[in-house]
Nanobody
Framework: QVQLVESGGGLVQPGGSLRLSCAAS????????IGWFRQAPGKDREGVAT????????YYSESAKGRFTISGDNAENTAYLQMNSLEFEDSGVYYC?????????????????????WGQGTQVTVSS
């Protein structure tokens, strides 16, 4: 019943920006965590950023830190990933994922395998 739908991907030049959206439905409260992951062809999936929709805490990968910002609109059950200063290495399919979790749980979850729900992915291509 829970569904996640990503949008906002596209083609962008190095140094450019994109804003990804993850619309969630089926949650009955704000007690869940959203994670953004990406996967480039031939590479393992990697975590990018996560946030708790209940307490607002965030966690970023080292590559995302300082360039990307994860945020959420609780009223709309939507999470965002603002990506600035994009680099070639940022290219890949970006997925949002979610797991039901209470406040204070983000530091335990981070990029672990605990996410139960996944979106379909949206392609981000950084190219000159």
């Amino acid at each position: 019943q829970v569904q996640l739908v990503e949008s906002g991907g596209g083609l962008v030049q190095p140094g450019g920006s994109l804003r990804l959206s993850c619309a969630a439905s089926g949650f009955t409260s704000d007690y869940y965590v959203i994670g953004w992951f990406r996967q480039a062809p031939g590479k393992d999936r990697e975590g990018v950023a996560t946030m708790s929709m209940s307490d607002g805490s965030t966690y970023y990968s080292e590559s995302a830190k300082g360039r990307f910002t994860i945020s959420g609109d609780n009223a709309e059950n939507t999470a965002y990933l603002q990506m600035n200063s994009l680099e070639f290495e940022d290219s890949g399919v970006y997925y949002c994922a979610a797991v039901i979790a209470p406040p204070g749980a983000l530091d335990i979850i981070r990029f672990s395998g605990q996410y139960d729900y996944w979106g379909q992915g949206t392609q981000v291509t950084v190219s000159s």
